[in-house]
């Protein structure tokens, strides 16, 4: 015949053991949540590094075709002639213009001012002397001018391409360093783990709850036997 008591902590034991088992499939199921939570911010981490590296990719590549584009032998030559031009206005006085321009006695008629009286050869010979000098300095003008747009004038070739490759560098090493930077919040993120559900006591501490109930029945049930017998 059974015994009351040992019932009675065997149910005991059975409903503890119940509950501890839906504890640790509630824990399960939580476990499997926080899971799922941790793969799906790992995949947004992912794409959205990927996407932000890849824009600043385009940027950089973007500051490096715009350099090259402007560095092409068409751009360089233009630029060239163009600077040249520059420089020879600016280092051409008016009458060694004008003299470029087809007026070859501006110069001379000005420099021969006061010389009237002189007789007409000598007049003629200074003047020829003259035209040649300013023929010579024009000469100057444009070999200095064309040396200058090729090197260290303001817009000369070096100058140019300097200015442009320094500042597609600076684009191409800002969109590094942001892309260095988003590299290392991602793998901040990529370190980041899943939620860990711990149930309260754990499971070692649900079994060890469930043995002792039943051998605390058992003990009551026979020392409430022997009670009985006496």
Not at 46 to 63: G, I, M, S, T, V
Not at 183 to 191: D, G, M, P, Q, S
Not at 205 to 210: E, I, R
């Amino acid at each position: 015949m059974c015994d009351p008591i040992s019932i009675i902590g065997l149910a005991l034991s059975v409903g503890m053991a119940y509950a501890n088992y839906a504890a640790q499939e509630d824990m399960a199921n939580q476990q499997q949540a926080a899971n799922d939570s941790w793969v799906d911010y790992q995949r947004r981490q992912a794409a959205d590094f990927q996407k932000r590296d890849e824009a600043l990719r385009r940027n950089a590549e973007a500051a490096r075709s715009a350099s090259l584009g402007e560095l092409t032998p068409e751009k360089q030559k233009a630029a060239q002639e163009g600077e040249e031009a520059r420089l020879k206005e600016t280092l051409s006085s008016e009458d060694v213009a004008n003299l470029e321009k087809g007026d070859p006695n501006a110069l001379a008629s000005k420099m021969l001012s006061g010389q009237e009286g002189a007789g007409d050869y000598a007049k003629t010979n200074i003047q020829a002397q003259i035209q040649q000098a300013a023929i010579e300095a024009r000469k100057r003008i444009q070999a200095l001018a064309a040396v200058q747009s090729y090197g260290g004038s303001q817009f000369g070739l070096t100058n140019r391409a300097n200015t442009i490759l320094n500042a597609s560098g600076q684009d191409i090493r800002l969109a590094g360093n942001e892309r260095a930077g988003e590299l290392a919040a991602y793998n901040v993120a990529k370190a980041v783990e899943p939620i860990k559900i711990v149930q309260h006591g754990g499971q070692s501490l649900g079994a060890g709850a469930a043995v002792g109930a039943q051998m605390a029945g058992g003990g009551l049930g026979n020392a409430m036997a022997s009670g009985m017998s006496v």
